[in-house]
Nanobody, 125 residues
């Protein structure tokens, strides 16, 4: 059974940093596209960042230049380094894996097949 588990969320002041991690188990995802999404109360799930199996990265406009996604295929893990956090970054953050995602489809939640339960990130002003 495939399982994705996020960790690293918490409360941080504006301008601070957090590093989220996602650990996958049940199978190897070294050749899959992986991504991070977030969802704030009352809002739709928003694309944050994605990384392809060859290391290509894509970022949402609101986080570009502040967040960095990385992965370790041998460890089946993925990280999201979040810097210069803003109160509007407050949300539940989810990691996800796509079976057939490409650089063209990474922004679309429906193209992801496996999801974690989410980790809360709260940025205070």
């Amino acid at each position: 059974q495939v399982q994705l588990v996020e960790s690293g969320g918490g409360l941080v002041q504006a301008g601070g940093s957090l590093r989220l991690s996602c650990a996958a188990s049940g199978r190897t995802f070294s050749r899959n596209t992986a991504g991070w999404f977030r969802q704030a109360p009352g809002k739709e799930r928003e694309f944050v960042a994605a990384i392809t199996w060859i290391g290509g990265t894509v970022y949402g406009d609101s986080v570009k230049g502040r967040f960095a996604i990385s992965r370790d295929g041998t460890q089946n893990t993925m990280d999201l380094q979040m810097n210069s956090l803003k109160p509007e970054d407050t949300a539940v953050y989810y990691c996800a894996i796509s079976e057939d995602g490409t650089i063209q489809t990474v922004r679309t939640p429906s193209r992801y097949d496996y999801w974690g339960q989410g980790t809360q990130v709260t940025v205070s002003s």
